[in-house]
């Protein structure tokens, strides 16, 4: 960023990191963003994504993808493309507001109470790709089946859950390092208690996880996670923004 002069940060997390929620991504974006500022630029959210890849995938050499660092520069709910190393293509999901609602109202968030390293986790599944073109193949057509289902209001919103479920299936599949006996049994606890489907978040090996349950479900599989810290969250539709701005403050 070519700033030579001290600049104080200060950095503030609602919830822990290597947890699967896109955190590392989300502070990278967040800190090129408000650098930028400080210099008196405001750069497009492609850009900032794109400075964001390059400083966590080229200069930290950590085993991540692109998706974090996309969705945290864009907010809101996209279809995301990847077209090589440089060219993505961003495709808003659009459906209507009560669908969107009931959407993030069969969502529950929950934090497994353990962390883990996701590149290490990543660089496993990277290696195993090669191996794996059939399963990934397979998440990959589900991306479209799940947006029309979320587009068509006259289908059961189920479908979705069910779609999630069988996704998560293949996924935990790929290598012996996505799940574990300690998450298979927090998984099945849901599906026994009402949930639908689900998955956990990231790379996996712990964090966060996610279920689709019927909003009249929910209580009863609160009282089998009591164990878990259950996390309330509603959709994003800004990504990274500057919230406090003052012109003359970003010469350096």
């Known amino acids: 960023m ?10 503030d997390g ?10 590392s991504s989300s502070f990278t974006v967040g800190l090129l963003n408000v650098l930028y500022a400080l210099k008196g630029k405001m750069i497009s959210k492609r850009q900032l994504a794109l400075n964001a890849i390059h400083m966590e995938q080229d200069v930290l050499k950590e085993n991540v993808g692109s998706q974090d660092q996309i969705t945290a520069a864009f907010g809101g709910f996209n279809k995301i493309e990847f077209e090589g190393e ?18 993030q109202d069969h969502l529950m968030l929950f934090f497994t109470g353990f962390s883990r390293t996701a590149s290490d ?5 990277i290696k195993k790709t090669p191996e794996r ?27 979705f859950g069910r779609l999630l479920h069988n996704s998560w299936m293949i996924k935990r599949k790929l290598t012996n390092k996505i799940s574990t006996p ?6 099945n606890d849901a599906l026994k208690a009402g949930a639908t489907g689900g998955k956990i978040l990231g790379a996996g090996g712990g964090g966060f996880i996610l279920f689709f349950v019927e909003p009249k479900k929910q209580q009863r599989v609160k009282e089998k996670m009591s164990n878990l810290l259950h996390v309330p969250f509603q959709f994003d539709n800004v990504g990274s923004q500057i919230i ?8 350096i």
């Open 86 to 103: 440089q060219e993505f293509r961003i495709q808003p999901v659009t459906i209507s507001k009560k669908r969107y609602q009931l959407l």
């Open 133 to 159: 073109k059939k399963e990934l193949g397979k998440m990959a057509e589900m991306v479209d089946e799940a947006i029309e289902i979320l587009n068509k209001e006259t289908s059961d919103l189920s479908d």
């Open 244 to 251: 406090y701005y003052s012109p003359g403050e970003e010469e």
């Open 14 to 23: 609602d919830l822990p990191a290597r947890t699967g929620l896109g955190t």
């Open 182 to 187: 300690a998450i298979d049994k927090i998984y």
């Open 121 to 125: 986790i990543a660089m496993e599944q």
């Open 2 to 11: 070519n700033i030579d002069r001290g600049v104080e940060i200060h950095y």
